[in-house]
């Protein structure tokens, strides 16, 4: 029987009490949103980590805790585990089939708010940890763990916790908080995340609505001053037009084009799912689209809001309208330096009027594929998945991966239980028992060999 | 006793009778746009013209019923009142210090919903036609009324109902159904009305919302295809660009000129009560804002609604986008030619995706500001009001004159009971009781010269 045998048969006996502690931590709801059941749940994931002989502290941030724990293990490197107790709110309620904080399973599956985003990661990182424990009696690496509870809310308090605790903090290397499959099952290792820079854009152009026979030919309107302001963001071709806006921007490197080039065609995928009928640009798919999707820095209109939006008509002149708006950055953009560019483009175009506020940034950070750490993982999940990992150097999303990058400069590598139907962030929310079970033991695997490197 | 001296006394006599029938009518609930109280208002506002001995008929159109009313007097002319029955939706209730439809009278004011707007012009009439059936025993001249329940609701059976009257409703001059004075206390003759046209354009990209982050760079986006297509409509100049919108554009004439002339400044009044900073155009005030106020046509957003547009951020990409937007059309433009220069630029542009609803159109109509009726009507206010009758040759809103102005070619004039604080579509709607007798005894006037004539 080697390691991986016994490591594996423990996981395999003792599914049925990690589900049950995943179902334990469901129930506690933890809506970050709401600032629901915060402080309990961040007690509740204290406690699992102090029952596995961790040293845990309850961090205060001015928000949402951060549960900070760590142990020391046999070998001399230190993995650090990212992770976060919130969840989105499960509303709208009525489309659940069952309670979203009643976890049940049904069919192989569990259902339930946050069982694979991020709970369900959680649970199955400790499930990991007791195998190893159960064999072989110790860690074989010191192990640390960060879990936040404002992941849904855009981590505000993370980088200052992570900045005022570096030392402690210090790793080797980083397991990030999601994971998983893709539509063919096929594990995915994703080693970036985009930048973003989230604005609302508002203009206020009277003390109330007029009637637009009175106000309509001489009054200024908000909802114009909006458009055109927009307008002057991006040309229909795409280009966005913020002079300086694409000076950082670096093209993806021939090796990231080579790790996409292996990515599967997704245009039949996005065609189906989403209904569009076509790409930007005349991009028909393959890796034209794979890079198109996340090579290009974006900017995006997420909501407009003015005037009259009832049925029928109401002849009023908007005195406010507002506009969100989301730039995705690549390397080697920022945030601020969005912000900054933006507002001297407004006011050169003669927008001094539209107000800017700031709703979060992120910036973009990626892994180098060829670290060490990232082949350890990919050759961890051999054993576990009946198909070969693949990497995907930068992804579409953003988040706070680059805070970790910022302080403690460590790879940062993707391993988990999700696949794309999990819901996240939707009713009936799921996780497949089966890829949970193997989410456990991909983690199993690197830990092991983590300790042995 | 001259003959106004013994009408003005029996209106003076009266008046709390007259506002006690209107009391009643108001009482009466009568929303168009919640299908509320019609029928019932029609039959009220039938048996009021009835016991006057008008031969009165509840005509139906599909929607709310016409009431028709005629009645002949002394001489061969015949005066035409156009006036509606319905009444803008009370919401929000919480704002009325008093019940809507419960009237009360304090310090000379009456307050409840349609008290002014316009219920107490129809009264007003009915008041003076009292006073001179009273006094002589006739009616000076052949009367008819048209009182559609439809007026708050775009009067979309009118056309129809007039052009099969056509016969029946031949007149020669009608009374509209508002008038009043302005902020100074100036009785006002409103002569014209703009015309309207007023689409819905929507764009439908997906079929559903899309996560930023993976659409952002190759999903066509709803809400920038309306950006485009919006601001391909009107340049931030005020410019409209859609080829041929200004071609049945005539100027004002000198006559008009002149008479805008004559009307005060409005800049202050405008700045205080709406807190605009500027006008559009750079213009400061007087003549110049008087005529580009009405003389200029528009292109007005009147609603925008796309995507997410609650608090703080969501990284989506919208699949659906919409824009309210009205034209407010001068002679001798019409909605029927803007909604095909509409379409016709916008597929020109590219913009093949983006639907229009057309959600109504009125045409513009103007009566000859030196036509005699007019003359009559300024002459007739003369012993009411203290100061002189002022001409306004065209006004900025909307509404159906242009309806009785092709199918029965006839000089429509204004005389009525509001001021400007009226609140006629807000809450608190209120009528002063002594500008309702003055009203009276303008019509009456106008009756008693239009008979002489």
Redesign the interface.
């Given at each position: 029987m080697t390691d991986f045998q016994a490591v594996d048969q423990y996981l395999q006996d003792h599914l049925q009490e990690s589900i049950n502690e995943l179902s334990r931590l469901v129930a506690q709801p933890s809506v970050s949103a709401q600032n629901w059941g915060l402080e309990e749940c961040a007690g509740l994931v204290g406690e699992m980590l102090a029952q596995r002989g961790f040293r845990v502290e309850i961090v205060p941030t001015g928000g949402a805790p951060v549960v900070y724990a760590e142990k020391a293990g046999r070998g001399p490197g230190t993995l650090l585990f990212y992770n976060h107790y919130d969840v989105q709110p499960a509303e709208p309620l009525e489309l659940w089939d069952n309670p979203p904080f009643v976890p049940v399973v049904k069919d192989g599956v569990l259902y339930g708010r946050g069982v694979s985003d991020d709970k369900g990661h959680i649970t199955s990182r400790l499930f990991a940890i007791d195998a190893l424990q159960a064999v072989y009696g110790e860690l074989p690496c010191t192990v640390k763990f960060v879990i936040e509870g404002e992941e849904e809310?855009?981590s505000v308090h993370l980088s200052d916790f992570v900045r005022a605790n570096q030392e402690r903090l210090r790793a080797d290397a980083c397991v990030w908080e999601f994971g998983g499959v893709d539509f063919r099952g096929v594990p995915m290792q994703y080693l970036g995340l985009?930048g973003?820079c989230?604005v609302e854009l508002s203009v206020e152009?009277?003390?109330?609505d007029?009637?637009?026979?009175?106000?309509?030919?001489?009054?200024?309107?908000a909802?114009?001053r909006?458009?055109?302001a927009?307008?002057s963001l991006?040309?229909?071709d795409e280009n966005i037009l913020i002079p300086g806006f694409y000076d950082d921007v670096r093209q993806p490197t021939p090796r990231e084009i080579e790790l996409m080039s292996e990515l599967p065609d997704a245009s039949q995928e996005?065609r189906h799912r989403?209904?569009?009928d076509?790409?930007?640009g005349g991009?028909q798919g393959g890796l034209e689209?794979r890079l198109?999707?996340?090579y290009?820095?974006?900017c995006?209109?997420?909501?407009?809001?003015?005037?009259?939006?009832g049925p029928?008509?109401?002849?009023?002149?908007?005195?406010r309208?507002s506009?969100?708006v989301?730039f995705?950055l690549v390397p080697n953009q920022s945030p601020e330096r969005v912000l900054e560019l933006l507002r001297a483009h407004l006011d050169a175009q003669?927008f001094t009027d539209v107000q800017i506020t700031n709703?979060?940034g992120d910036a973009p950070a990626l892994t180098d594929p060829d670290d060490p750490f990232v082949q350890l993982v990919v050759d961890a999940s051999a054993g576990v998945y009946d198909q070969q990992m693949q990497i995907v150097p930068l992804?579409?999303?953003?988040g706070p991966n680059y805070v970790f990058k910022q302080y403690l400069d460590l790879p940062i590598v993707t391993a988990g239980v999700s696949h794309p139907g999990s819901q996240a962030q939707a009713p009936n929310a799921n996780m497949l028992l089966d890829l949970y079970l193997k989410g456990a033991k991909h983690i199993a695997r690197i830990l092991q060999a983590f300790g042995q490197g």
């Open positions: 809310t855009s985009r973003i989230y152009t009277a003390n109330q007029v009637h637009s026979g009175l106000g309509g030919s001489i009054f200024p309107n909802a114009w909006l458009v055109w927009l307008n991006k040309d229909a996005y989403y209904g569009v076509h790409f930007l991009i689209l198109a999707e996340v290009r820095p974006t995006t209109i997420c909501g407009l809001t003015s005037g009259y939006q029928g008509s109401k002849t009023v002149l908007p005195a309208a506009a969100k989301d995705r003669g709703l979060g992804t579409g999303g953003s």
